[in-house]
């Protein structure tokens, strides 16, 4: 099994979307899962997912005691669906062509408190790490987000999905097929290129959850949106599905932190990060930050000067903690990482 972790800054120009633009209005899309529309209860509980697409890749849970929950108001008002980390999971469709086709996808998902281990809780997958997973890799020295094509490994930085657990966060994958496989979490992304790491897959149904292969833990936590496409997004389409995302979850209740172009009124660069003592705030203008835990209990708060200010996080216990940065009438919200 092959493995690389490369982690750089990217930058998503998140320019205004009008407020018609949805997911299907670009070419390609398999699957799109939200949690405010198609789904079906049995109480509260989940018994249909249904897709949206138009392609008719539903997910269901006929066993009502592995079916996930519906929690409503979580995310800036909107529900998602809470997995238990026991048995909760839902079974789809075989997503055709998506097997042998490039990729790009969009989930958001929070993480909560797990155990330690050398174990994986599970996302979304296709025929385990021979197909296509996206997981969380629980091992003490790694805490962070594993993504698996065909065999072949990409990594996100170590601490980066906390065993603690995290909030609310954007997962993005770009599969150019035969040619390069991308993941992106936060402010950072890994990086693979070849045949390698993106070949084609054994196709099969998708499951949300768990995997019932190599990597058989379930996932605990909450899911909101899944979009994918069976085809690599530009990087201009990429930022309209970006741009949907920020606002139909308005409010910065989700960790978002990418750019792909900074344009000169948000200019922000936060560093080193992860941090055991201290971070640097650079910003092209005044603002204001909030930093708060994971328990959404605000730690620090404080007001920026146009430059670079020193933030001292020495006192702060070690885990993930959310920075929101206020300028203007724009909110900047990422992720921090105190070591």
């Not at 529900?79 to 989930?107: A, K």
């Amino acid at each position: 099994m092959k493995r690389l972790i490369f982690s750089i800054v990217i930058a998503f120009t998140l320019s205004q979307a009008t407020a018609q633009f949805t997911p299907d209005q670009l070419p390609g899309l398999s699957l799109w899962l939200r949690s405010d529309s198609g789904v079906v209860l049995n109480g509260n509980k989940v018994s249909i997912w249904n897709d949206l697409s138009g392609s008719g890749n539903n997910c269901l849970q006929v066993d009502t005691a592995q079916q996930p929950i519906l929690v409503p108001n979580v995310l800036c008002g909107r529900p998602v669906l809470r997995f238990d980390g026991f048995n909760d999971m839902l079974n789809g469709d075989t997503i055709n062509g998506i097997s042998d086709s490039s990729m790009t996808v969009f989930i958001i998902a929070s993480g909560e408190n797990m155990s330690e281990g050398d174990n994986y809780s599970v996302l979304f997958s296709i025929k385990s790490n021979i197909g296509f997973t996206i997981c969380r890799h629980l091992y003490i020295s790694m805490q962070r987000e594993e993504l698996f094509n065909d065999s072949y490994e990409l990594d996100a930085l170590n601490n980066s999905l906390p065993n603690a657990g995290f909030p609310a966060t954007l997962f993005i994958v770009k599969k150019v097929l035969n040619t390069s496989l991308q993941l992106t979490l936060d402010s950072y992304s890994g990086i693979g290129y070849g045949v390698n790491a993106s070949a084609p897959f054994p196709n099969d149904a998708y499951k949300i959850g768990y995997d019932n292969g190599v990597y058989t833990n379930y996932w605990k936590g909450d899911v909101a949106e899944m979009i994918i496409y069976s085809n690599a997004l530009s990087n201009s389409d990429m930022q309209s599905v970006i741009s949907y995302i920020e606002q139909h979850y308005a409010g910065g209740c989700i960790t978002v932190g990418i750019r792909q172009e900074i344009s000169p009124d948000s200019e922000i660069a936060v560093y080193p990060n992860p941090s055991t003592d201290q971070v640097n705030i650079e910003t092209a203008q005044n603002a204001t930050i909030e930093i708060s835990n994971i328990q959404g209990q605000i730690v620090m708060q404080q007001k920026l000067q146009q430059g670079t200010t020193n933030i001292d996080i020495r006192e702060f216990a070690k885990g993930v903690y959310i920075l929101k940065l206020q300028i203007n009438n724009r909110t900047e919200v990422m992720r921090i990482i105190k070591e």
